[in-house]
T-cell receptor, first 110, second 115 residues
């Protein structure tokens, strides 16, 4: 079993839709949870991080963590074509080593 | 302008050759990382370094080597012992000192193709 599982997609949605991206993890020792966005042929950039259960909001993005079910989500409201990218979840138990999901490819259609 | 630079952007290598990928950062970060990204496999950690003159193997270190002689630089050598080196290589840096959370900042990547 992989430590982090993420559906690779692709996921296609119309502009303005609410997008839900999800990951599950297996080890309850993970305490930091991150979402990265990666455009084609570019390096990932951090979108959001959290270290507690519950929701964290930043503009159109909401990160949600449920530690009891080992489930993390990223919601994108009012999705735009510029949101088309691969979204990577990552988890960490300490300050050095991250475990990344495989990434979900999202396409927002104009 | 602070950030992480990787060079070259594209690299072609013949089988049996060693090749070195460059990674430089001017963020004054202590920690640096090398990842490999393959389709459908996400990012896998090759090596990381917490401080100058020190580094640790990640999950897939076989066939790779690194050095950390300067804080700003963490070059990765892909040796001929690496069986399947064609991939997208990403360098990252971070500063875990005095923080609850250590954000990793990524460079633009180097795409290596073995011919």
């Amino acid at each position: 079993q992989k430590e982090v599982e993420q559906d690779p997609g692709p996921l296609s949605v119309p502009e303005g839709a609410i997008v839900s991206l999800n990951c599950t993890y297996s080890n309850s020792a993970f305490q930091y949870f991150m979402w990265y966005r990666q455009y084609s042929r570019k390096g990932p950039e951090l979108l959001m991080y959290t270290y507690s259960s519950g929701n964290k909001e930043d503009g159109r993005f909401t990160a949600q963590v449920d530690k009891s079910s080992k489930y993390i989500s990223l919601f994108i409201r009012d999705s735009q074509p510029s949101d088309s990218a691969t979204y990577l979840c990552a988890v960490a138990s300490g300050t050095y080593k991250y475990i990344f999901g495989t990434g979900t490819r999202l396409k927002v259609l104009a | 302008d602070g950030g992480i630079t990787q060079s070259p952007k594209y690299l072609f290598r013949k089988e049996g050759q060693n090749v070195t990928l460059s990674c430089e950062q001017n963020l004054n970060h202590d920690a640096m990382y090398w990842y490999r990204q393959d389709p459908g496999q996400g990012l896998r950690l090759i090596y990381y370094s917490q401080i100058v003159n020190d580094f640790q193997k990640g999950d897939i270190a076989e066939g790779y080597s690194v050095s950390r002689e300067k804080k700003e630089s963490f070059p990765l050598t892909v040796t001929s012992a690496q069986k399947n080196p064609t991939a997208f290589y990403l360098c990252a840096s971070g500063d875990p000192r005095d923080r609850v959370y250590n954000e990793q900042f990524f460079g633009p990547g180097t795409r290596l193709t073995v011919l």
